[in-house]
């Protein structure tokens, strides 16, 4: 057994949607500095390739920035399309692109919710789909291509806020990537879920009332940190995961049992 190359993912290629901000910018610089070629996607073209141009900067990584509107298949073919162009093969994809609409069972709009369940459930499940031919080539028997879908902890336990879709759409994505794990594994593709539990980012803003609250309620007392996500992502990238596919892995440091 060769230990030393056991979690690596060096000259790995890998795709993370929403890679900009968040918890898939956590995970796309932790594959970067992981030795990853990263690519990561956003509606806002200046917006990803500042990012890109930072994250290569902060890993000594590579990391390409592209635009792309994941809510629309043909949004998703395009991308595809760009970054096919570009490689022979993927080895990671990191479906985290989503969305969050709040309001009260009374007053909750068709809009929203429907923008939620097209970027939180419809994308993740058409992405795979269509980057299926490059995964197919990037995965062999003794190291897989990986689909890493991104759920939540909001699927696991109902929190205090109002925000059904979103709830919704992670529960289906964590259905959904056990019904692709169960098809794609004799292709040599696994397809696992982190479900995070509260991390700061621009969509989840924390303040002090709040961040003593989760504290109370989470038993390692703590908020998430970048390395607890790019550490699963690494994981599950890597040989070491070659053998999960179909789990929702918790990162949430104990919040929903």
């Known amino acids: 057994m ?4 056991l979690f690596s993912i060096k000259g790995r290629v890998a795709v993370v949607t929403g890679g900009s901000s968040g918890i898939g910018k ?12 990263v690519y990561i996607c956003a509606r806002k073209l200046a917006k990803v390739e500042t990012a890109a141009a930072d994250m290569a900067k902060a890993t000594g990584g590579t990391v390409i920035g592209l635009s792309a509107d994941l809510s629309t298949v043909a949004g998703i073919k395009a991308l595809v399309a760009d970054i096919g162009a570009r490689e022979g093969a993927v ?21 929203g919710w429907d923008q939620v369940m097209d970027l939180n459930l419809k994308a993740p ?20 291509a990986s689909v890493i879908n991104i759920g939540s902890v909001g699927a696991l336990k109902i929190g ?11 529960a289906g994505i964590h259905w959904v990537t056990k019904s692709l794990a169960k098809r794609l594994g004799s292709e040599n593709i696994t397809v696992n879920v982190i479900a995070p539990g509260v991390f700061e980012s621009e969509m989840t803003v924390i303040d002090d009332a709040m961040r003593g609250a989760v504290m109370n309620m ?31 892995i918790a990162i949430e440091g104990g919040l929903s049992i």
């Open 26 to 37: 956590h995970i796309a610089l932790g594959l970067a500095a992981a030795g990853a070629k």
């Open 125 to 144: 499940f058409f992405a795979t789909q269509q980057f299926l031919p490059l995964l197919r080539k990037g995965g062999t028997a003794a190291h897989p």
């Open 218 to 248: 989470v038993p390692r007392g703590r908020l998430g940190a970048a390395e607890d996500v790019a550490g699963a992502a690494i994981y599950l990238a890597s040989r070491a995961g070659a053998y999960i596919t179909g789990s929702v």
């Open 160 to 170: 205090p806020k109002e925000v059904y879709a979103y709830q919704a759409s992670k």
């Open 91 to 111: 080895h990671i994809l990191v479906n985290n692109a989503g969305t969050i609409s709040e309001g009260s069972v009374d007053d909750y709009s068709e809009e």
């Open 2 to 5: 060769d230990i030393a190359s």
